[in-house]
C-alpha cells in the first residue's frame, strides 16, 4: 500500500510517502514553522512525491493529522488532503494527534503507560493516557496542567507531546518520576503515515478533531458540519488509535530532506 501522509497540525509542516510492502519510508520532508503552512504545504508535498517517483494517482490512501491542533493549521492539511484524495480518487483518512505522538510508545514491550500531552494555552492541555498496549486509561479531553498531573498515579509514565516537558517540569516529588520525556514539537511524519495505513477509512474520517471551540469562529454552517464531523470522530477514535491496530514495529527513520 502507497500512503501520503500529511501533518499540518501544529509546528510542523511535513509530508511522506510509505511503502508498506516495503516496510519503509520512500520520502520525507518536515519543516519546523508556526505560521505560513498554507503556501508551504502543497509545495513541500510536491517535493516529497517527486523524490518517491509517484504520481498521485499510484497512492491507494492519504492520512491527515485532524487536531486536537492549530485551527488554522489543521484546515490547510486537511483541505489538502481531501482535495488531494479526490482528484486521484483515493480515500483520505484521519490521525489524531495524540494518538500520532503516542504510537512510537505503544507496543513495544514495555512496562509504562504514554501521556500525550499537547499545549491547549491558559495552563490547560489536550491529554489522554494509553497503556503500554493501546488501551484507554484516560481519553482525550482538555484540562488544567494541575488536572493532567493527577496522572502521575501511574507509575513512571513516558511522556510525549509538545506539552511533555510543561508536565515534566511540574511533576510531583511524591511520584515515581517520568521514564521519559519527548517533547516532540509535532508527531513525527512516519508515524502519522503508518497509522494511517493501518486504520480503516469509514471510521476514521478526514474531519477536524476539536475538544474544545476554536479561538478563531467559523460560521454557523461550518460549525454545524465540524460538530457532525466531530461526533463521528469520537466514535472512531478507537479505531484510529494505534492502541487498536496490529501496527508493524517502529519503522525506520530516514533522515529528513
Not at 520532508?29 to 517527486?50: C, Y
Not at 504520481?55 to 491507494?60: G, K, Q, R, S, T
Not at 494518538?99 to 514495555?110: F, I, L, R
Not at 498496549?133 to 511522556?159: C, M, Q
Request: charge should be negative; aromatic fraction near 4%.
Amino acid at each position: 500500500m502507497l500512503i501520503l501522509a500529511i501533518d499540518t497540525a501544529l509546528e510542523a509542516c511535513a509530508a511522506a510517502a510509505l511503502d508498506t510492502a516495503a516496510n519503509k519510508l520512500i520520502a520525507r520532508e518536515s519543516q519546523a514553522m508556526k505560521r505560513g503552512h498554507a503556501e508551504a504545504l502543497m509545495p513541500l508535498i510536491a517535493r516529497v512525491m517527486k523524490e518517491a517517483g509517484l504520481p498521485f494517482a499510484a497512492l491507494d490512501r492519504i492520512a491527515v493529522t485532524t487536531g486536537p491542533g492549530s485551527f488554522t493549521g489543521l484546515r490547510v492539511g486537511l483541505s489538502a488532503a481531501r482535495g488531494i484524495a479526490l482528484a486521484a480518487g483515493k480515500p483520505a483518512v484521519g490521525v489524531t494527534t495524540l494518538s500520532a505522538y503516542a504510537a512510537p510508545c505503544v507496543g513495544q514491550n514495555g512496562e509504562h503507560p504514554v501521556i500525550s500531552a499537547i499545549d491547549a494555552r491558559h495552563d490547560h492541555v489536550y491529554f489522554q493516557v494509553v497503556s503500554t498496549d493501546g488501551d484507554a486509561l484516560i481519553d482525550p479531553r482538555v484540562v488544567s496542567i494541575d488536572e493532567a498531573l493527577e496522572a502521575s498515579r501511574f507509575d513512571a509514565p513516558h511522556l510525549v507531546g509538545n506539552a511533555a516537558r510543561m508536565l515534566a517540569e511540574r511533576w510531583p516529588t511524591r511520584a515515581l518520576p517520568p521514564s521519559s520525556v519527548d517533547a516532540q514539537a509535532a508527531p513525527d511524519i512516519a508515524w502519522v503515515a503508518w497509522m494511517g495505513a493501518a486504520i480503516d477509512p469509514d471510521t476514521a474520517p478526514p474531519r477536524p478533531y476539536y475538544l474544545r471551540p476554536p479561538d478563531a469562529k467559523p460560521s454557523q454552517d461550518l460549525r454545524s458540519k465540524d460538530l457532525q464531523g466531530q461526533n463521528l470522530q469520537n466514535q472512531s477514535l478507537q479505531s484510529e488509535d494505534p492502541r487498536s491496530q496490529d501496527l508493524p514495529g517502529q519503522p525506520a527513520r530516514p533522515t529528513a530532506s
